[in-house]
């Protein structure tokens, strides 16, 4: 078997890495227009590539440094994990493994106290100490029967920026999100022209509407038209696919749905990876016109560093309770400790549930509850009480949610 080692990419190397990853992920090669498109966000620092005994590259591992909002409000420094692949003919040797041992290790030497991803597959990334910690909901709303409520969505104005105006305008307006939600991602300068300039500006007819209220420009929606038509159906309206919208406020956030249920000649409007707790049916006369089609793990987290992790957020009005967290790829989070509204701190007390750090990655953010943890076999209880009082103590009462695609 041929031998293979894990090192940092050096500078020079991105678009070979980019080049593989898309190999992996079955994509279209890598044009010089793709690469023009996407250099600016694909830095060689930050990756770690895998190569074979003749110095061919065989495997990545990358990321880039942002911001999560985690419980309370605070922004946490996060390593966002943007590609994860291996060549078709060197998997299952232990490549990806020493990757992400790799990238574990340079995370945490850097102080870094989270990482994230996007997983391509959902049984991958748990062994290497991620929870699947946001959830997103698919919708499709009927636009025949989609009658908004009175006055609901008529603050401000809904228009159209061309893809130059949406590159210059919407990084700005991201920025102005309070970003409170649990499970937000900053989007650092890097982000912005390999993931949402690309698509804008590319051929994929992605259209870019804002909203402007009192205080300006306050939210932005990008979606693309399908056309769903057939012999069978030729009368049959296009099909709105919403890509992302953000709003600062709940009215330029009712405001931009109306819009999208205003257009003409559309059978109905669809979107992916929703928030799990957006209240779409409540703006309607008919809530049936809302019909929820899937239920899928979003944001997946990684603590790096637990202590500083649970100590950043904020707690429920319980009493506290001490966790032991087992960690195999990062053994100096394993320990106790006591989680409280007061802090968190390590304790030699005895503990009253036991976890991987994968499960309490995925309660980090408030989805779920430790006692369904419980019933699933993923937490071990030693005090009777002390799941119900981990349930209040995590709980959020906004849904988690990330929004951002990297």
Same mark, same amino acid.
């Given at each position: 078997?041929?031998?293979?080692?894990?090192?940092?990419?050096?500078?020079?190397?991105?678009?070979?890495?980019?080049?593989?990853?898309?190999?992996?992920?079955?994509?279209?090669?890598?044009?010089?227009?793709?690469?023009?498109?996407?250099?600016?966000?694909?830095?060689?620092?930050?990756?770690?590539?895998?190569?074979?005994?003749?110095?061919?590259?065989?495997?990545?591992?990358?990321?880039?440094?942002?911001?999560?909002?985690?419980?309370?409000?605070?922004?946490?420094?996060?390593?966002?994990?943007?590609?994860?692949?291996?060549?078709?003919?060197?998997?299952?040797?232990?490549?990806?493994?020493?990757?992400?041992?790799?990238?574990?290790?340079?995370?945490?030497?850097?102080?870094?106290?989270?990482?994230?991803?996007?997983?391509?597959?959902?049984?991958?990334?748990?062994?290497?100490?991620?929870?699947?910690?946001?959830?997103?909901?698919?919708?499709?709303?009927?636009? =025949? %029967? *989609?009658?908004?409520?009175?006055? !609901?969505?008529? @603050?401000?104005? +809904? #228009?159209?920026?061309?893809?130059?105006? /949406?590159?210059?305008?919407?990084?700005?307006?991201?920025?102005?999100?309070?970003?409170?939600?649990?499970?937000?991602?900053?989007?650092?300068?890097?982000?912005?022209?390999?993931?949402?300039?690309?698509?804008?500006?590319?051929?994929?007819?992605?259209?870019?509407?804002?909203?402007?209220?009192?205080?300006?420009?306050?939210?932005?929606?990008?979606?693309?038209?399908?056309?769903?038509?057939?012999?069978?159906?030729?009368?049959?309206?296009?099909?709105?696919?919403?890509?992302?919208?953000?709003?600062?406020?709940?009215?330029?956030?009712?405001?931009?749905?109306?819009?999208?249920?205003?257009?003409?000649?559309?059978?109905?409007?669809?979107?992916?990876?929703?928030?799990?707790?957006?209240?779409?049916?409540?703006?309607?006369?008919? =809530? %049936? *016109?809302?019909?929820?089609?899937? !239920?899928?793990? @979003?944001?997946? +987290? #990684?603590?790096?560093?637990?202590?500083? /992790?649970?100590?950043?957020?904020?707690?429920?009005?319980?009493?506290?309770?001490?966790?032991?967290?087992?960690?195999?790829?990062?053994?100096?989070?394993?320990?106790?400790?006591?989680?409280?509204?007061?802090?968190?701190?390590?304790?030699?007390?005895?503990?009253?549930?036991?976890?991987?750090?994968?499960?309490?990655?995925?309660?980090?953010?408030?989805?779920?509850?430790?006692?369904?943890?419980?019933?699933?076999?993923?937490?071990?209880?030693?005090?009777?009480?002390?799941?119900?009082?981990?349930?209040?103590?995590?709980?959020?009462?906004?849904?988690?949610?990330?929004?951002?695609?990297?």
């Amino acid at each position: 078997m041929s031998e293979f080692h894990v090192r940092a990419a050096a500078e020079g190397e991105q678009r070979a890495c980019l080049e593989l990853l898309v190999q992996a992920l079955h994509g279209k090669p890598v044009s010089d227009e793709v690469w023009a498109k996407m250099a600016a966000s694909w830095p060689a620092a930050g990756k770690f590539a895998a190569f074979d005994d003749q110095g061919t590259q065989v495997g990545i591992a990358s990321s880039f440094d942002t911001e999560l909002t985690v419980p309370g409000g605070r922004k946490l420094a996060t390593a966002a994990v943007d590609g994860v692949g291996v060549r078709a003919d060197w998997t299952r040797r232990g490549v990806l493994t020493s990757m992400m041992a790799a990238q574990l290790a340079d995370i945490a030497a850097r102080g870094v106290p989270l990482a994230a991803l996007h997983a391509s597959e959902g049984v991958i990334y748990g062994r290497f100490g991620y929870g699947a910690a946001t959830y997103g909901k698919g919708v499709v709303v009927e636009r =025949p %029967r *989609a009658r908004l409520r009175d006055g !609901v969505g008529r @603050d401000g104005v +809904v #228009r159209f920026v061309t893809p130059a105006e /949406a590159v210059e305008r919407v990084p700005a307006l991201y920025r102005r999100f309070s970003g409170d939600r649990p499970g937000f991602v900053a989007r650092p300068d890097l982000w912005w022209p390999g993931f949402f300039d690309r698509l804008v500006t590319g051929d994929d007819g992605y259209r870019v509407a804002v909203h402007s209220g009192l205080d300006g420009d306050d939210g932005f929606v990008v979606y693309q038209s399908v056309d769903v038509r057939d012999r069978q159906a030729p009368e049959r309206g296009a099909l709105l696919q919403i890509r992302e919208l953000h709003a600062a406020t709940p009215r330029a956030w009712a405001a931009l749905w109306r819009f999208l249920l205003s257009v003409d000649l559309v059978s109905s409007v669809e979107g992916r990876g929703r928030p799990m707790d957006e209240p779409i049916a409540e703006l309607l006369t008919d =809530p %049936r *016109a809302v019909n929820t089609t899937e !239920v899928i793990d @979003d944001l997946w +987290v #990684r603590l790096i560093d637990v202590l500083a /992790a649970l100590d950043a957020r904020t707690y429920g009005p319980a009493e506290p309770v001490v966790l032991e967290v087992l960690d195999r790829q990062l053994p100096a989070n394993n320990g106790r400790y006591a989680v409280g509204q007061s802090g968190v701190q390590r304790t030699t007390a005895e503990p009253d549930l036991r976890l991987g750090v994968d499960t309490l990655a995925s309660l980090y953010l408030g989805h779920g509850l430790f006692s369904d943890q419980v019933l699933a076999g993923r937490v071990e209880v030693l005090d009777e009480a002390a799941a119900a009082r981990a349930d209040t103590l995590f709980h959020t009462t906004r849904a988690p949610w990330c929004g951002t695609f990297f």
